[in-house]
């Protein structure tokens, strides 16, 4: 028994160094030079924005701790890392089908005859009422060597998507720190806006004041009154809209974190944000290496195809190994002795032979499957690379709007001083003033914008480059 247990194990080793499908090996992928950007790179530039932390990145302390929060609380990354460990557990269940599973049994059974049963027995027949039978065994349960790999392919496939799991989680954590801080400069430029607004309507009611008390003297009209009116009231009707977009960012804000609606606490303003003075974007051969959704894509593909050999293995015969060994007896005390001995040794062959084409059907369907990840792994490159550029070209562009803004906004400013002082001083007409102010008043909402959208673009190149999850 135990020589031809040796030779089967042996025999079972020697086997199993066939597996059959494909194996895996990285699609060739042609990257560019270097990423599109309106001003040409520095060629061979290695260092990123991604290789920063994100607190290397947003300084803003208050916008830190929201981050950590959310760290610890998101319910999106808090499925992810749920999804991760069942990945790991059906890994753990996947690869135990590679090995023998043993279990023991034993069991007494204790039975009583009855002399007066279907067959009675005469008196004079001396007979014991108990008996008394135990067995102890240890099982080998049903065994499948695995001569041509089709567990080694199934658990490949299920540990390439644990990593898959694993990559996405941190694809969760990326888009959970860009979606914490856009939220929070959204916030922020709304406040900007606010104050604007508030000052504006300051400012309004004191030409308004100035207005009535010209009409009362009988210098101003009741139209240029109107007009007056007209500014403040525009001015004012800005601002429960300005709260209520406040109040429901909060709310969002609030979401990401994990904590039911209630108001956000503000760290710096809108001008105030230190952000890095340069975004160099790296190299882009580097970004297959740092996003973590093309390395995610990449595991889906790995997993496709181990699972054209698992597949394929079913072409070919399946070894099973199943058997006990043990005891039986009606004598407990010599349950374990050498002649009470059992033992069962039963290996199976089960060949295919008719399947109306499922098998081969089984194939094509792994084959598609892995087709459509690689095309799924490509297209995540390419959506990589686009925005990536697109990142780099908004936040040059918004820059310069942004520089050409603020010199508006100065012009406007100065225009409209000097246009109340020659209304004041009665050489111009109040309709000249008041077209100064409310130029002025749109384009420092619109500097608010365009600041903000300038964090924005660095929050969407950090995002873009895969940083954030380190």
Not at 203 to 215: G, M, V
Request: glycine share 6%; hydrophobic share 40%.
């Amino acid at each position: 028994m135990k020589k031809a247990l040796i030779a089967s194990s042996w025999a079972a080793i020697l086997l199993t160094g066939c597996t059959v499908g494909p194996n895996y090996g990285r699609p060739a992928i042609a990257t560019p030079a270097a990423f599109r950007a309106p001003t040409p790179l520095p060629p061979g530039e290695s260092s990123s924005l991604a290789d920063l932390k994100w607190f290397e990145v947003f300084k803003d302390e208050k916008l830190q701790e929201f981050v950590r929060t959310a760290l610890t609380q998101n319910y999106d990354l808090r499925d992810a890392v749920a999804r991760v460990e069942a990945a790991r557990a059906q890994l753990g269940i996947t690869r135990s089908e590679q090995y023998p599973n043993f279990t023991a049994s034993a069991d007494i059974t204790t039975t009583r005859f009855s002399r007066n049963g279907s067959l009675p027995l005469p008196a004079n027949v001396v007979l014991s009422q108990n008996r008394t039978f135990g067995s102890a065994a240890l099982n080998l349960l049903s065994f499948e060597v695995d001569i041509w790999g089709r567990l080694r392919r199934a658990t490949e496939a299920a540990r390439a998507n644990l990593l898959s799991a694993e990559e996405t989680r941190k694809a969760v954590v990326t888009t959970l720190v860009s979606d914490v801080a856009t939220a929070y400069f959204n916030l922020i430029e709304l406040d900007s806006e606010f104050d604007i607004s508030r000052r504006t309507l300051a400012t309004r009611q004191a030409s308004l004041d100035l207005i009535r008390s010209r009409q009362n003297g009988g210098v101003a009209t009741l139209l240029e009154l109107r007009q007056g009116e007209e500014l403040v009231y525009t001015a004012s009707e800005t601002i429960p809209a300005l709260q209520q977009q406040i109040e429901q960012t909060e709310n969002t804000i609030s979401l990401l974190l994990g904590n039911n609606p209630a108001a956000i606490a503000r760290g710096q303003s809108l001008t105030g944000q230190d952000l890095p003075p340069e975004v160099p974007a790296g190299l882009p051969s580097a970004l297959l290496e740092r996003r973590p959704d093309i390395r995610a894509a990449e595991e889906n593909l790995v997993a496709a195809n181990a699972e054209i050999g698992v597949a394929k293995a079913a072409y070919f015969p399946q070894i099973s190994l199943s058997g006990f060994f043990g005891g039986q007896s009606n004598q407990l005390s010599s349950l374990f002795s050498k002649p009470n001995g059992a033992w069962t040794f039963v290996p199976q062959v089960t060949q295919p032979i008719f399947t109306a084409g499922r098998l081969k059907s089984n194939v094509k369907l792994a084959e598609a499957l892995h087709e459509s990840a690689l095309v799924e792994y490509e297209k995540a490159i390419q959506t990589a690379f686009a925005e990536v550029s697109d990142a780099l070209i908004a936040h040059q562009r918004v820059r310069e709007s942004r520089i050409q803004q603020e010199l508006l906004v100065g012009a406007l400013q100065d225009r409209t001083r000097l246009a109340y002082i020659r209304y004041r001083g009665g050489v111009d007409t109040l309709l000249n003033a008041l077209d100064a102010d409310r130029d002025q008043f749109q384009s420092e909402l619109n500097l608010a914008q365009i600041r903000r959208n300038e964090l924005l673009t660095v929050v969407q190149l950090y995002k873009a480059l895969g940083g954030g999850w380190q």
